[in-house]
């Protein structure tokens, strides 16, 4: 089993930035793909961006190319999501994932790859 906790959500003004973290405790050895997806009120949920546990391979979704940044430390058994630029459509609970394997980005993406998930974290961006 893998348990994962993030942290990090908040209140912004819109054009600020937060960064998100999620610690994975458990089983994590062999956890491979970590990516962080979000879901607004009355909307699915949204792949956001996806980090190998190697940190080499990275996935984004267009909308947040040139504003987010993932990376990983796995020293601290955590992947950060830098969040810069917000905007009031980024707002949404965003949650953290693990799938034990490599994943294309084309299965990366997608919520029912992943076995793991945390609780959640609320970001809110006032206009």
């Known amino acids: 089993q893998v348990q994962l906790v993030e942290s990090g959500g908040g209140l912004v003004q819109a054009g600020g930035s937060l960064r998100l973290s999620c610690t994975a405790s458990g089983r994590t050895g062999s956890t491979y793909t970590i990516a962080w997806f979000r879901q607004a009120p009355r909307k699915e949920r949204e792949f956001v961006a996806a980090?190998?546990?190697?940190?080499?391979?990275?996935y984004y979704t267009d909308s947040v190319k040139g504003r987010f940044s993932i990376s990983r430390d796995s020293a601290k058994n955590t992947v950060y999501l830098q969040m810069n630029s917000l905007k009031p459509e980024d707002m949404a609970v965003y949650y953290c994932a693990a799938n034990r394997a490599f994943l294309p980005y084309s299965l990366a993406r997608l919520p029912d790859k992943y076995a793991y998930w945390g609780q959640g974290t609320q970001v809110t961006v006032s206009s």
């Open positions: 980090v190998n546990w190697g940190g080499v391979t990275t």
